[in-house]
């Protein structure tokens, strides 16, 4: 078994985990004020983490709960977000995902997120394009703000920047056809792949939220920047996503006001 073939396997055990989890009642704690684990995290976590430190023990891992677990001289880092969208999760709204993204030299190699209430697998590997169980996808065509649905996300220190964060969504609202909130950053990145929706922003993201999704808007023929107008990156955790043409619009309208 090859690490994409891995990822693939341990995304999907992962999602058959939240989905024994979902709709019962568990234990819930705050990682902060906002920030909420629960315990299906932690198992859909432990799997993964079983499966790569299995077959792979000599890679580097970067997860949600487990935090930081560097190799001297890996080549190979897996960067895993067992539940992303675990407030929607634990209020038993149907909307949340797996998601793993490998870096190669660091540079991103292989990403999936899985859906599974959904039964929606989003797979990426660089050079051979995005898929949605199987078929290929491209990100839409639409590239005016005023035809666009945008989708954006709040972060967990939203209460100390709310002028900033409401000045954006007030200039979204002037100039878009529209605005979602859907609590799944990964989700949010992969809809974006697939020309479900036109564009998406956020910033204080962590790696994990990011890394499988960004590749998917790349390899399904879109791109990402960081809120500067430069190549996102994980560490900056700030992206604009979907085609050129809308996430320069986005980027000077939105988001430089």
């Known amino acids: 078994m090859n690490r994409v073939q891995l990822m693939f396997q341990a995304s999907q055990g992962a999602g058959k985990i939240l989905q024994t989890f979902f709709g019962k009642k568990g234990a819930v704690r705050r990682k902060g004020e906002l ?5 299906a995290d932690e198992a859909a976590e432990q799997h993964i983490l079983q499966l790569i430190r299995t077959h792979f023990p000599q890679d580097a891992i970067l997860s949600e709960e487990k935090g930081s677990q560097p190799m001297p ?10 539940l992303d969208g675990t407030t929607n999760f634990a209020q038993g709204f149907p909307h949340f995902a797996v998601s793993i993204g490998i870096r190669r030299a660091g540079q991103l190699y292989a990403g999936c997120i899985f859906d599974p209430m959904k039964g929606e697998f989003f797979k990426a590997i660089r050079g051979e394009g995005a898929f949605l169980n199987g078929e290929l996808i ?3 065509r639409i590239t005016q703000l005023r035809d666009a649905v945008v989708v954006t996300g709040f972060p967990y220190d939203r209460r100390s920047r709310l002028p900033e964060l409401l000045g954006r969504v007030e200039r979204v ?12 950053a990964c989700l949010d990145l992969a809809y974006v792949a ?46 604009i996503a979907g085609n050129r043409d809308l996430v320069k619009e986005t980027y000077q309208h939105i988001i430089c006001g």
Do not use: H, M
């Open 35 to 39: 920030d909420l684990v629960t315990d």
């Open 73 to 82: 001289d890996a080549e190979f880092e897996w960067i895993i977000d067992p």
């Open 138 to 140: 491209q990100v839409g």
């Open 173 to 184: 609202l002037n100039q878009a056809l529209g605005l979602r909130r859907l609590g799944a």
């Open 194 to 239: 697939a020309g479900r929706l036109p564009v998406f922003y956020e910033d204080s993201l962590n790696p994990w939220d990011i890394a499988a999704g960004i590749l998917l808007v790349e390899e399904a023929g879109g791109v990402v920047l960081d809120f500067k107008g430069q190549q996102a990156s994980l560490e900056t955790g700030q992206v």
